[in-house]
């Protein structure tokens, strides 16, 4: 159950909100992506809040014109979870479950922006994540996710973008998942790592639709739903859901995939074309020396940018990527309609689905 409330980073025990059970994982996070209706520019940014390791961070990274620009700031929590600036990346919720707003001050980076995001729909809860390595547990999270419209500007170097027709989407999620320095006694016996993870949060004129699939390895899913919502709002659970994904030679990311479910109606369908890569290391995720709940210190922000022409994708830290997406929504009645979104992309370890049997061998 969603309330008001669930949009601040204060989820917690029945103890002070400065504790948040016994789990030093746990955490409080933001997430916001956004595309211009044409996809030549794409931005997303992410605040973590780490009550039991007392740090807060945050990141704001922007791809455009061939480059992918990346702003990324810590700072000691001091134990205050309602202080939602960290370094120049600020979010304000202007009106719960409803409108929010991420703005940028100026940085090294050279990027800025004032954006305020507003929802096209209630938000929607998705099924918890909880999974276990044996007796350990590795994920206990909740996640609400919403699609929405753009108001305001982006700069980069100095050139103001208005974001008029930028769609995207957001997400809120808290619980307990790895973050900061390692766990320095894993479980036994040693197993190679496993994590698949496909998200699809897409947009079209009327409708919305919302799917994503946690599997293990023999492609089994133990999280996997998908939601169409209409022009009024309501969301329809789908059921035999399924994908399909052709990846691209020599990696383990998708060159096209497609997506489907049956509703009351009958079949639903999408096919995804699949464009650009955004690094999801540009906003923390994975990354080698700055990723979630790491401490750099009372204050710390730094700039990052990454050539996307020269990147290599066929290495671990850029493993993890929103791809984005144009998409083909085919109804029950035969009806089309086209829009945009991303495909969220983290497969580690074996999947038998995908041909994959090691930690990060890669496609033919």
């Known amino acids: ?46 605040m973590g809040i780490y009550p039991h390791l007392n740090v807060a961070d945050a990141g704001f990274s922007v791809l455009h014109g061939g480059k992918q620009r990346s702003v990324l700031a810590s700072r ?32 090294d980076a050279g990027l800025e922006a004032d954006l305020l995001f507003t929802g096209r729909a209630f938000p929607i809860e998705e099924p918890r994540f909880t999974r276990r390595i ?20 982006i700069s980069v170097d100095g050139v103001r973008h208005d974001v008029e027709g930028m769609m995207g989407t957001r997400d809120r999620s808290w619980g307990v998942r790895p973050i900061g320095a390692a766990d320095p ?46 022009a009024d709002g309501a969301p329809h659970k789908l059921w035999d859901v399924r994908s399909r994904l052709s ?21 639903v369908r999408v096919a995804l074309t699949v464009g650009d890569s955004f690094f999801m290391q540009g906003i923390g995720y994975g990354h080698p020396t700055r990723a979630h709940g790491t401490f750099h210190g009372a204050q710390s922000v730094v700039a990052e940018t990454i050539e996307t022409a020269t990147a290599d994708e066929a290495t671990l830290p850029l493993n993890h990527i929103q791809a984005l997406v144009t998409a083909r929504l085919t109804l029950p009645d035969g009806s089309v309609e086209d829009g945009r979104g991303v495909l969220e992309q983290l497969i580690v370890g074996p999947h038998a689905p995908s041909g994959f049997t090691g930690l990060f061998d890669l496609a033919p």
Do not use: C
């Open 1 to 46: 159950m969603l309330t008001k409330a669930d949009d601040f980073p204060i989820h917690q025990r029945p103890e002070p909100i400065a504790f948040a059970g016994t789990d030093r994982n746990f955490y409080d996070r933001y997430f916001f992506n956004g595309y211009s209706p044409d996809g030549a520019l794409f931005f997303a940014a992410g």
């Open 76 to 107: 000691l929590l001091g134990f205050e979870r309602m202080d939602t600036a960290v370094g120049p990346v600020a979010v304000a919720v202007e009106e719960p479950l409803q409108r929010l707003r991420l703005t940028v001050g100026a940085n």
């Open 134 to 153: 044996g007796t350990r547990t590795l994920m206990d999270v909740t996640r609400m996710t919403q699609n929405g419209r753009y108001a305001g500007w």
């Open 185 to 230: 006694q894993p479980p036994v016996p040693m197993a190679v790592p496993q994590f698949y993870w496909l998200w699809a949060p897409l947009n079209f004129a009327t409708h919305q639709l919302y799917f994503h699939s946690n599997d293990d390895g023999d492609g089994q899913p133990w999280n996997r739903s998908m939601l169409l919502v209409g």
């Open 247 to 267: 990846f691209k030679p020599g990696t383990r990311h998708a060159s096209e995939a497609l997506i489907e479910g049956t509703s009351r109606a009958g079949p």
